[in-house]
């Protein structure tokens, strides 16, 4: 199996959009549900949607006006937007593959601030 | 909603240590385990209540079913000092507990 990588920038402002991409080194997006997943610091996590090859997405019931999702099959990537953001947003975000029930393949994750 | 206990034990090598994992209404097997070190990425241990992933960790055993989850580490080990969070996928949203940090006593 591949590897993810986040990135995007590590500092939004406040009422922004947060925007982050992954990278998956493997040869498809096929197979997996990719997830974002987030952790303030210090806090638990927090699953935030799923997106997969062919583009279905479902996203955290609490976060739904927020969040949008993206898939670029072509590419291997997948994206996460997070619009109107504040402080309480500020967390480790990381991109996780999912199968078979288990968040299996984990991105190292990158911390986004956000401040103004 | 799962509700993990406790959110902290201080334990010694060689020690048992049990985490519990309660979820607010039945959820069959579906819920798995982890185990998050400082400054990365969670790893899945147990998957469906009590599917070890790595063999070689057979001292983990999770067990359950329905609300009540168990996560047993037998002869704690050096390695084994960390976060460990439960993580049910019965239904969306997909939630996680808050977390046990098993601490060097």
């Known amino acids: 199996q591949g590897q993810l990588q986040e990135s995007g920038p590590g500092l939004v402002k406040p009422s922004e959009t947060l925007s982050l991409k992954c990278t998956f080194s493997g040869n498809s997006l096929t197979n997996y549900y990719w997830s974002w997943i987030r952790q303030p610091p210090g806090k638990g996590l927090e699953w935030l949607g799923y997106i997969y090859a062919g583009g279905g997405s479902n996203y955290n019931p609490s976060l739904e006006s927020r969040v949008a999702m993206s898939i670029d099959e072509s590419q291997t990537q997948f994206s996460l937007s997070l619009s109107s953001v504040t402080a309480a947003d500020t967390a480790i975000y990381y991109c996780v593959g999912r199968l078979r029930g288990t968040f299996g393949l984990w991105g190292q994750g990158t911390l986004v601030i956000v401040s103004s | ?105």
């Open chain 2, 1 to 105: 909603q799962m509700t993990q206990s406790p959110s902290s034990l201080s334990a010694s090598v060689g020690d048992r240590v049990t985490i519990t994992c309660r979820a607010s209404q039945p959820i069959s097997i579906y819920l798995n385990w982890y185990q998050q070190k400082p400054g990365k990425a969670p790893k899945l241990l147990i998957s469906d209540a009590s599917n070890l992933q790595n063999r070689d960790l057979s001292r983990f055993i999770g067990s359950g079913f329905g609300t009540d989850f168990t996560l047993t580490i037998n002869n704690l080990q050096p390695e084994d000092f960390a976060t460990y969070f439960c993580q049910h996928h019965y239904e969306i949203p997909w939630t996680f507990g808050q977390g046990t940090r098993v601490e060097m006593k």
